[in-house]
Structures are given as structure tokens and as C-alpha cells.
């Protein structure tokens, strides 16, 4: 069964510091997304993507934070800069987006990275 | 904004014993219920979308039902291997893609 995948599956990284998580979604899903999950809290909505282009996007997801679709296969979230609160589980989704029906397809979810903030 | 409340936090069951778990949700518009279960360390693995009151959806021992404001999963006779965290999200509003989830019913089932 197709499945997304994510890279790396743990990530430590110095206050300050550039990090980018990697995502490979479904091939033939056409909208993708960020969630995150601080240990103990709810999984919250960061980011979705479609046709190239922020679609929408969360409070959390602010300037220091950037997605991209580089190639036909790859969906890359960018933290800037970081801080010790962006210590967290990083999922990465997709659906399909075929009719009108976007917004009840389903996302399917990678495995995450855990981004840990020293 | 939407809101989505889980109960009971957390629920221990003998194998073989049926309970449900409940999602309560208030939203602007509802445009799909999803369940989902989470096991430790992993993302969220999706079981069911609802659409609609009074609608119901069935996988092995998984049963989900919605209602106006809420939704249930019922476990039928569960196993060991139903233990995990099952979350329950929404989306809503016309153009949003966005989940919210609840935090989750953590279940354990002792064999």
C-alpha cells in the first residue's frame, strides 16, 4: 500500500541553527501538509500546499517557517532559525484532490520526525 | 473555532470487552469526521471519514457512528493488538483542508 514517507526520522539540531524535514508523499496525491505534535499535546495544523502554492496555513506557521516542492516527488518543511519550543513531532500528509470534494479526502500521514531543539 | 473534545482520556479494557469512545465536536460547518489511531512513535494511521449525521462505518472489530455533535467508535470485542491511541479530527468551512484534532483516547486492552 502506498504510503508517505519522511526523513530523517530524528533530528538534533542547536538553537539558531537551519534545519529542513523531508517528506515523500503519495504520488498521485495532489495536496500535502505539516502538522506537528509536542509531546503530551494535540497533533496541530501547520501548513497545506496545492498547485505550488500555500493554500493555507496555520498562526504557528510564521516567517520563520517555509514549505516547498522542489521536484515531482519531494514537500520540504524549512525552519530558519530555530527555538527550543519548535521541539516537536513533525508529520507530514497527503490527499487526493480530485472533484470537489477536496477538503473530505483524507490524509494520510507519515511516520514524523522528531525535531529536537538543544 | 473548531473544537474537538475525546473522552474518556484514557481506557483499559479486558480483551473481549466492548466499550466506545467519544469524540464531541463543534464546528462552523462540518465537511468530514476522521478517526484515526496512532501508535507509539508513529503517525496517525487513518480508519474512517463521516460525512453525515446518522451515517456508520464498519472495519473488524471498528465500528464509528456521528451524530449532530458527536461521534463514537465502538470496539467490539477487542485484542491485544487494538491497543493504541485513537484520535479523532475535523474539518470544516468551505476551502479549508486543515484537521483539528482531539487529543486522543489512549486504549489498553489486557489479555
Known amino acids: 500500500e502506498p504510503e508517505v514517507t519522511q526523513t530523517p526520522s530524528h533530528q538534533v539540531t542547536q538553537m539558531g541553527q537551519e534545519v529542513i524535514l523531508r517528506c515523500v508523499p503519495i504520488s498521485n496525491h495532489l495536496y500535502f501538509y505539516w502538522y506537528r505534535q509536542i509531546l503530551g499535546q494535540k497533533v496541530e495544523f501547520l501548513v497545506s500546499?496545492?498547485?505550488?502554492?500555500?493554500?493555507?496555513k496555520s498562526e504557528i506557521f510564521d516567517d520563520q517557517f517555509s514549505v516547498e516542492r522542489p521536484d515531482g516527488s519531494n514537500f520540504t518543511l524549512k525552519i530558519r532559525s530555530t527555538k527550543l519550543e519548535d521541539s516537536a513531532m513533525y508529520f507530514c500528509a497527503s490527499s487526493e484532490g480530485k472533484g470537489l470534494m477536496y477538503s473530505n479526502q483524507p490524509q494520510h500521514f507519515g511516520d514524523g520526525t522528531r525535531l529536537s531543539i538543544l | 473555532e473548531d473544537q474537538v473534545t475525546q473522552s474518556p482520556e484514557a481506557l483499559r479494557l479486558q480483551e473481549g470487552e466492548s466499550s466506545s469512545l467519544n469524540c464531541s465536536y463543534t464546528v462552523s460547518g462540518l465537511r468530514g469526521l476522521f478517526w484515526y489511531r496512532q501508535d507509539p512513535g508513529k503517525g496517525p494511521e487513518f480508519l474512517f471519514t463521516?460525512?453525515?449525521a446518522g451515517e456508520e462505518k464498519e472495519k473488524e472489530r471498528l465500528k464509528a457512528t456521528l451524530t449532530k455533535k458527536e461521534s463514537f467508535l465502538h470496539i467490539t470485542a477487542p485484542k491485544p493488538e487494538d491497543s493504541a491511541t485513537y484520535l479523532c479530527?475535523?474539518?470544516?468551512?468551505?476551502?479549508?483542508?486543515?484537521?483539528?484534532f482531539g487529543k486522543g483516547t489512549k486504549l489498553s486492552v489486557i489479555p
Open positions: 479530527a475535523v474539518n470544516s468551512g468551505a476551502g479549508s483542508y486543515q484537521l483539528t
Open positions: 500546499f496545492y498547485n505550488n502554492e500555500i493554500s493555507e
Open positions: 463521516l460525512y453525515s
